[in-house]
């Protein structure tokens, strides 16, 4: 009788998830888990070949030396070994410019292609919460976990901004920062002049 319960169990989770991520059944124990909408985080250190020289300037050599977990599971990423070109999109599930901006920086990863990254941090935030917003809105891009807000309190210190969201870095392929927008939600005519006026990319 357990058996037909956890079956039926399953089955209803199952046409509950509809497009909410990828349900996968455990294979011992017939549960079911709902899989991480977020890309994973391989090769964010590895620098775009062919990327354009930048010719603005240099914010900040480097991004800080913060280890954070992706929120697709397992990685841990060191920003200070990060390359681009990137967008780093600094959000909150929480934040409602956030909601507003983070369809148009997932429209600008789909067209971007391999020409540069997009990566998000979500940032004082439960993970379970973020993992609902990314599929209540349908994006996907790989994203890393700061609950405890340490990467926009770094650039703060930095005096790159002040220490609210939505945030927007751009690195170049060395990984140094060559602007920073923050506080408005961008649309996608401001992302794109934005990228292009720092990082010199330009996406179609």
């Keep these: 009788m357990r058996r037909v319960v956890r079956a039926a169990?399953?089955?209803?989770?199952?046409?509950?998830?509809?497009?909410?991520?990828?349900?996968?059944?455990?294979?011992?124990?017939?549960?079911?888990?709902?899989?991480?909408p977020f890309a994973d985080c391989t090769g964010l250190t590895s620098p775009i070949t062919g990327a354009p020289e930048p010719a603005g300037d240099v914010l900040l050599e480097r991004l800080p030396e913060l280890e954070l977990s992706c929120l697709n599971g397992g990685d841990i990423v060191e920003l200070s070994a990060l390359r681009g070109p990137a967008v780093i999109n600094l959000w909150g599930s929480w934040c409602g410019p956030c909601r507003a901006e983070l369809p148009v920086v997932?429209?600008?990863?789909?067209?971007?292609g391999d020409r540069l990254r997009v990566l998000g941090v979500d940032t004082?935030?439960?993970?379970?919460?973020?993992?609902d917003l990314g599929r209540e809105l349908g994006f996907r891009f790989p994203s890393l976990f700061d609950p405890n807000k340490e990467l926009l309190t770094a650039l703060s210190v930095a005096e790159l901004g002040a220490p609210g969201l939505p945030t927007t870095v751009l690195i170049d392929a060395d990984g140094r920062v060559r602007g920073v927008h923050q506080t408005t939600a961008?649309?996608?005519?401001?992302?794109?002049?934005?990228?292009?006026?720092?990082?010199?990319?330009?996406?179609?």
């Design 9 to 36: 169990a399953a089955a209803i989770a199952l046409a509950l998830a509809g497009c909410a991520g990828t349900p996968e059944i455990t294979a011992t124990t017939g549960d079911v888990v709902i899989a991480s």
């Design 106 to 112: 997932q429209a600008y990863a789909d067209r971007a």
């Design 124 to 131: 004082g935030d439960r993970q379970s919460t973020a993992e």
């Design 186 to 204: 961008l649309d996608e005519a401001g992302l794109d002049r934005f990228v292009r006026d720092h990082l010199g990319v330009t996406v179609s």
